[in-house]
């Protein structure tokens, strides 16, 4: 059973900047990824950002250069720094992580003014 709390969300001024972090609790196999999906209103979740075990990350094109995905493996913990946020930006993200099975946090609501 392995639990993922979020948070970090919040509302921001196109150009701001958000850190959100999501950190796992409980014991279950080693988590070999981390990442982030995010759903706007009305549209279809998306994947944002993930990291294997060996670092290695992947992102969106569209937030290439504007969002950084770290974990801490030790603590079973992953971060999403967003920087230059924009206001399709605006969604709910959600954790993820990987093991033998994917489990989800509970999602934090980021909204984007202009």
């Known amino acids: 059973q392995v639990q993922l709390v979020e948070s970090g969300g919040g509302l921001v001024q196109a150009g701001g900047s958000l850190r959100l972090s999501c950190a796992a609790s409980g014991s279950a196999a080693s988590i070999a990824a981390m990442g982030w999906y995010r759903q706007a209103p009305e549209k279809q979740r998306e994947l944002v950002a993930y990291s294997n075990s060996g670092g290695k990350t992947n992102y969106q094109d569209s937030v290439k250069g504007r969002f950084t995905i770290s974990r801490d493996n030790a603590k079973n913990t992953v971060y999403l720094q967003m920087n230059s946020l924009k206001p399709e930006d605006t969604a709910v993200y959600y954790c993820?992580?990987?093991?033998?099975?994917?489990?989800w946090g509970q999602g934090t609501q980021v909204t984007v003014s202009s």
């Open positions: 993820y992580a990987r093991s033998l099975e994917v489990y």
